[in-house]
C-alpha cells in the first residue's frame, strides 16, 4: 500500500479533503480539479488523429501518462495523479470471451480506448462462452499492469477502469438495439448472460486489486479522484434509454451485488439519464456519482442545485467551465458537497489561486 507521489507533494491534505468529502459528507465545502492545457495532451493530439487505431504499445501508453501527470504536479488541487487503463477497459471483457477487440484514438483526454463488435448472433453460442485466462487480451491485460504498476511505483497511481457487467455486458454479446428486444423475447436468458456477466467482472476487478496498489488504503480514481476501499466503478448506461422501472427490474440487482463484493462503488450518469437519479441515489453501496455532460442537453453546472438535491447527501463531481465557475465562486453560488472539474483554466498560476478560494470557501 503506496503512500507517497512525487507528482503529488502535497498528498496527505488533499487525501484528508477527499476522505472527508466521501466519508463524512460535508455540505458546507468545495472541492476541484483544474484542467490546464498540457504539452503531453498536444504531442498525443499531433500523432493520433480522433477515430481506429492499432494495438497500442504499453511502454508509450505508459510514458504518455508518465509525462502529463508530471506536468500536473504543479497544480496543487484536489486531484490525485493516476493513470487510466483504457487500452482495455471495455475490450477487455469481450476479448476474455472470444471478442474481436478494436481500438480507437481519442485525442481530446489522450486515451486509446477498446471494444468489441457482437459477439453472438443468437443465444446458441452462449453456452460455450467462458472466461479464458489463457487469452491473449487477459494476457495483454496482465502485461498492462505490471508495466504500469512499474512505470508508477513512486510517482503515481493507477485508477480502477470501469465495469462492463449487467446489461453493458449484453449490449458487447449482441449489441444494443438487439440487447433491449432480448429483455421481452428471451429474459430468463438475459438473466443467465447477466450472472455470467457478473463472475466476469468480480475476476476482472479482483485482479486488478491484487495487481495494482491502493494509495494509502483507497483506490485512485478518474471519476472521483481517490476515495476509502477497493472501489469500483460502475455503468448504468443501458438504462439512460429506458424508464425507472426497467432499470429497477433490470439493473438495480446487479449493480448492488457487484458493489457487495468490494468496498462499494461510484457511478456516472450522462445528460439523458438524468431520471434515473432517485432511483441510482438509493442504490446501496454507492459512494459518489458523476454527472457527465453531453451534446443537445444542458450542463450539469448550469442545473447543479435541482440536480443535487434529488441525489441527497451523495457526494457528487461535475464539470464546470473555468469562466462561469470563477462567476460562482465570487458570487457564493457554488454548491457544497461537490468536486468541479473546472475546464480550460488558463495557466498554473491561475489554478493554484484559485484553489486557494476553493480551500477557504464555505457555503
Known sequence: M???????????PRLERLRALYTERP?????????????ALRKFAGKYPPGYTGCPDLVERAGFWDELLAERAAIH?????????SELDQGLYGGMIGGKVQFMAH????????MVPPILGDWEGFPRLAIDHQSRWYKFYLQELEVFRAASRGKFGISHFILVDSLNFIFELFGATQTYLELMDHPEKVREAIDFAWRLNVDVQQTFFQHAPLLAGGTCSNMVEWIPGRVVSESVDPFHMTSVQHFETWGREPAERILAAFDGGVLHIHGNGRHLLEAVSTMRGLKAV????????????????????RLGDLPVVVK???PEFVAALATHQLEGGVLFRVQNVPDVDTANRTMDQVRG???
Open 107 to 114: 485525442p481530446e483526454n489522450g486515451w486509446i480506448s477498446s
Open 290 to 309: 458523476l454527472l457527465a455532460d453531453d451534446l443537445h442537453i444542458p450542463s450539469a453546472f448550469s442545473l447543479l442545485g435541482k440536480l443535487r438535491r
Open 27 to 39: 455540505a458546507d465545502r468545495i472541492f476541484a480539479r483544474m484542467e490546464v492545457a498540457t504539452n
Open 2 to 12: 503506496d503512500s507517497s507521489l512525487h507528482y503529488c507533494p502535497d498528498l496527505e
Open 320 to 322: 464546470a467551465e473555468f
Open 77 to 85: 488541487d484536489d486531484s490525485i495523479p493516476s493513470a487510466y487503463l
Open 361 to 363: 470557501y464555505r457555503v
